[in-house]
């Protein structure tokens, strides 16, 4: 995608969320969209809204790239491998995700390396930035690997 083209996705979810009554953060959603410049312009994007009352919605926007053969993130940042697509680490290097210590930290990395994953989604609010990550694993497998992960938060674990 070129400059023109982003530029204007940020003009769009900026418009959609004064439409729809909520706030928005213009700095924060480039700083989003740069980070993940091809997510944005290569996979579905969608916005989305909640049904709060005005003064109380918020405006989110997404992308979801599916497929063994999914978009590499190029160039990636300083430190990430060009073939990196893993949206937590690339995150995490532009500096639009901080690590604050929580257990769902360690869940994602520990995902991607033990289940073949064949997708991923970010999701970002115009207000707040990065809301969600996540892997669409390329196989159904048994719930019991997954609970045998360390990593998995015992909240989780428990239900």
Known sequence: ???SSLEQLATDILGSAALAGAPANPALVRRVLDA??????????????????????ELSFRYVALGESHF???????GIDPSCVDPWLIARAQGVLVERGHAIERLLPALASRFRVGGWGVEAGAAWGIERL???????YPVAQALR???LPTTMSRH
Do not use: I
């Open 134 to 140: 996540w892997p669409f694993l390329s196989a159904s």
């Open 72 to 78: 590499p993130h190029r160039p990636n940042p300083a």
């Open 1 to 3: 995608m070129n400059t």
């Open 149 to 151: 992960l360390s990593e």
């Open 36 to 57: 993940f410049e091809l997510g944005f312009s290569e996979a579905a994007v969608q916005l989305g809204t909640t049904s709060h009352t005005n003064g109380e919605r």
